[in-house]
């Protein structure tokens, strides 16, 4: 037996109004809208689910629909800039889908948090393993869509800070912008916001630098 899922076409960035019962049979997935959320789930829940999603507070989030052309562009050419920075550095740098756990209790397999972020990059190989990246990595990029925009803002923006994730930048293709946010003691103290002409400079890596010009040269094909 195996869990058959129905596409949520009612699930949008205010799904936490909704609540979800996962059936293992059958019938799939009963959805309720109109009830708030009740029950929560687990790791243990999210890996028996068929698609894209991220929980976060137990809370599951469709990750459909797929990125467009641009955002795909946009990694990519991240990915490629902070790979070729990280080689020679020890650090992993990782492109979604890659789950990123993580659980106050330390817990990762019952870890109520459990995310994708469009670029990782980890510096303790030991967080590494067959299920994902267990624990904060040290940097953490999500680039917006019109479907994600909100929760990279406001939900894993929150979730990155609770965890000490050290640095998260987030991409704006629209305004072709990137807001680099760095952890202090208090959580994220630092904000510096870099435009297309712009090189972007790290704060957690000094001799880290990003011309975004060759990162935006993509947003000329919608």
Known sequence: MFLKRELLSCMTDADVDGIIRIKQADGGMDVKPTERQKERYTYQDYVKW?????LINGTPYNMAPAPSFVHQSIVGELYVALRAFFREKGCTVVMAPFDVRLDEQGDYEQAKHVVQ??????????????RGCDGPPNLVVEVLSPSTA????????MLYEQFGVK????????HRTVEVYGCGEKGYERRNVFGECDALVSFLFAELSVPLADIFQSNNRE
Do not use: A, F, M
């Not at 909100?150 to 923006?157: C, G, I, M, Q, S």
């Open 117 to 130: 972020p469009d670029i990782s990059v980890i510096c303790d190989q030991s967080q590494i393993g067959s």
């Open 150 to 157: 909100l929760r990279d803002r406001n939900e894993k923006y």
């Open 167 to 174: 640095e998260y930048w987030i991409v704006d293709p629209l």
């Open 50 to 54: 068929d698609g894209r999603w991220e």
